[in-house]
């Protein structure tokens, strides 16, 4: 608990509670310097943001560039047009597939170099190193030098990304590289994209976590893939209600209640015929469900057999009853 002298209350300006809410743990320490001397000061010129903050006038541009991708600061590009709930709902992001990239990793003697004549990409390894807990190897710091040299993200939606890797417990190099390939495909490039996309993800692990603790699973993600299987169906507008039934579903169709990627991938094949037929309510589902492979959800296959009736035919129908053991006995010898 802290306690704030109230001497400080005699002069104060205001700052966007956005700033704290979203952009504590994702801006640099440089980015709040500059932003907090902006509002004290809107009219404070870049040489003065620079003699303020202590910060070169390329790390001043690169800061107000952060901010306003952010959406914090004004720029002359027009303004983002405002979807519907209706539009965001059908809306799929438009993926465009990425060729085949070949890396050629720098020396480690030219990301020295790198580092040397880039501060952006300097604070990038720098913070890296936090948000992951651990000195950089090599390989590692390639991997960071790919998400902006060959991927094209900025250092800034960089960092993001490595936040975002750290939050879903996917920081391995590989998990990384396949993050940033998705963003790129994904044109998720700037600040306002990667908030959006963190911000929607976050809510597919949730439903993930929930729909493993009730059907008894382990709540680890399994991976990035399933996430991103999850995200198209909160588009959609299924919540766990659903989930839980094509989970179901699944389950008394396989005869397996485990949350591996081939059982999610059944369950995306029951949450697409339902939007297909335009069926998205828990009612509708289960009324519904004949037009889905006939079983309901959680239905198991049930086999019996009445030993009573079958002797009584025998006794009725001797003659066919020997026939059809003949003809069993026929198919186990091969003929």
């Excluded at 020997?322 to 010898?333: A, L, W």
């Amino acid at each position: 608990m802290f306690a704030v002298d109230p001497k400080v209350y005699s002069s104060m300006f205001s700052l966007p509670a956005e700033i704290a809410d979203k952009e504590l743990k994702f801006a640099s320490g440089e980015q709040l310097k500059v932003i907090i001397c902006i509002f004290r000061n809107p009219s404070v010129t870049a040489d003065e943001l620079s003699r303020l903050t202590n910060l070169s006038p390329a790390e001043i541009n690169e800061c107000i560039e952060y901010w306003s991708d952010a959406g914090i600061l004004l720029t002359d590009e027009p303004q983002k047009t405002v979807r519907t709930e209706k539009q965001n709902e059908d809306m799929t992001p438009q993926k465009v597939e990425l060729p085949e990239i070949h890396f050629v990793n720098p020396t480690q003697e030219e990301i020295e170099k790198i580092l040397q004549s880039n501060s952006a990409m300097k604070r990038l390894f720098n913070e890296a190193q936090e948000i992951l807990g651990r000195t950089l190897g090599y390989t590692m710091q390639c991997t960071i030098y790919s998400i902006v040299n060959y991927y094209g993200i900025k250092p800034d939606v960089a960092n993001c990304l490595l936040h975002f890797a750290k939050s879903m417990d996917f920081t391995s190099q590989d998990d990384i590289q396949k993050i940033a390939k998705y963003w790129a495909e994904n044109s998720i490039t700037d600040m306002s994209s990667a908030d959006d996309y963190i911000t929607e993800t976050e809510k597919a692990k949730e439903l993930f976590v929930t729909l493993a603790e009730k059907t008894g699973n382990d709540t680890s993600v399994t991976s990035f893939a399933v996430l991103d299987m999850i995200c198209e169906w909160i588009r959609w507008g299924y919540t766990v209600d659903e989930v839980l039934l094509a989970f179901d579903i699944m389950k008394a169709e396989k005869q397996t209640g485990r949350l591996i990627w081939n059982n999610f991938r059944h369950m995306n094949g029951t949450v697409k015929k339902w939007r297909a037929a335009g069926i998205k309510s828990v009612e509708d589902i289960e009324k519904g469900t004949k037009k889905f492979g006939g079983k309901k959800p959680a239905e198991q296959k049930e086999t019996s057999f009445d030993v009573e009736l079958a002797e009584k035919q025998a006794r009725e129908n001797p003659k066919d009853f020997g026939s059809m053991k003949n003809k069993k006995r026929k198919r186990r010898n091969g003929a």
